[in-house]
């Protein structure tokens, strides 16, 4: 079983930095691809980015690319979502999800087979 915990949301201003932080269950940790998604009241969730679990490949959606840079600390066995210059349109729980590495880097939820409890980030304008 992999489990996921979402840390670091909180309440920023626009153009604001923050990092959110997913600790995935150290066992597994390099058996996952990992990716971040996100949902707003009343939207389906959609995905911001992904890393295979060697961190040879990365992917962004278009709304997030050029300010949001996903990575993994091996040490720590997370996956950390570094977000600059916030909009307000950014604002959303944040979700950690994972699916096996032998399967391709997906962005639709319905991939992922593990996601954690999501973390809040809210952005002022």
């Known amino acids: 079983q992999v489990q996921l915990v979402e840390s670091g949301g909180g309440l920023v201003q626009t153009g604001d930095s923050l990092t959110l932080s997913c600790a995935v269950s150290?066992?597994?940790?390099?058996?996952?691809?990992v990716a971040w998604f996100r949902q707003t009241p009343g939207k389906e969730r959609e995905f911001a980015a992904g890393i295979t679990w060697n961190s040879a490949t990365t992917n962004y959606a278009d709304s997030v690319k050029g300010r949001f840079t996903i990575s993994r600390d091996n040490a720590k066995s997370t996956v950390d979502l570094q977000m600059n210059s916030l909009k307000p349109e950014d604002t959303a729980v944040y979700y950690c999800a994972a699916r096996s590495a032998s399967r391709q880097l997906g962005i639709m939820s319905y991939e992922y087979d593990y996601w954690g409890h999501g973390t809040q980030v809210t952005v002022s304008s």
């Open positions: 150290v066992r597994t940790y390099g058996q996952q691809n």
